[in-house]
């Protein structure tokens, strides 16, 4: 089946590590997605994995991949301000087709002093 | 680049009216998903065109219709419009060809629509 979940909420100390976890169903999936979305606009994409890797690392973000569990968190080194969001998962399932994703509901983070 | 521009950004219809939403994906992107937000539901996938076809469908009634033009610009019809139809929907820009992994998808601002 198909299905991605995440924590609902989580708030950190600015200048603090977020670290946003996500589970997934589906073993066939190739790739794995994080998204940014802020109040009132659109989904940002932050960055993906694929899925025979287990890290991946681009500036402050740091993706970790555990196949074997389908586990998959998201952190964000030196966190902002500026990153207060929602953050979701998707997973992109080789039934689905090209470019269905499947979004997980979203970790709200907030950033306070 | 440009990116996804997606119109009107926001719009009210009354139940039992139907509406057309647009999206212009980026200059070069063959393929278009849209997607439907809502806070019950989240983000669920509705279709996808790639060359003016249909190519992939989610789970929503045959209400909710699309189509691609030669310029990849793609159109979403809603008829006979419902509260529960009230959402952000989003639009999603991709090269689309097979070769182009990861499959990146960039999505617009949305249209938010507000069903009375």
């Known amino acids: 089946g198909e299905d991605v979940e995440q924590s609902l909420f989580l708030s950190v100390r600015e200048g603090d590590s977020s670290v946003i976890n996500c589970t997934y169903t589906d073993s066939s999936s190739t790739y794995l997605y994080w998204y940014k979305q802020e109040p009132g606009a659109g989904l940002q994409l932050l960055t993906y994995?694929?899925?025979?890797?287990d890290m991946k690392q681009d500036q402050r973000l740091t993706v970790l991949l555990n196949k074997k569990d389908k586990h998959l968190s998201l952190r964000i080194a030196d966190t902002q301000t500026g990153d207060s969001a929602i953050y979701f998962c998707a997973e992109r399932p080789l039934s689905g087709g090209y470019n269905k994703l499947i979004f997980g509901a979203g970790t709200r983070l907030a950033v306070h002093p | 680049k440009a990116g996804v521009t997606q119109t009107p950004r926001y719009l009210i219809k009354t139940r039992g009216q139907q509406v057309t939403l647009s999206c212009s994906p980026i200059?070069?992107?063959?393929?278009v998903s849209w997607y439907q937000q809502t806070p019950g539901q989240g983000l669920q996938f509705l279709f996808e065109?790639?060359?003016?076809?249909?190519?992939n469908k989610g789970n929503f009634p045959g209400r909710f219709s699309g189509r691609q033009f030669s310029n990849s610009r793609s159109e979403m019809n809603v008829s006979t419009l419902e509260l529960g139809d009230s959402a952000l929907y989003l639009c999603a820009s991709s090269p689309g060809r097979s070769g182009s992994l990861p499959y990146e998808q960039y999505f617009g601002p949305g249209t938010r629509l507000t069903v009375t």
């Open positions: 994995i694929f899925s025979n890797m």
């Open positions: 065109y790639f060359s003016e076809t249909q190519r």
């Open positions: 200059s070069g992107h063959r393929s």
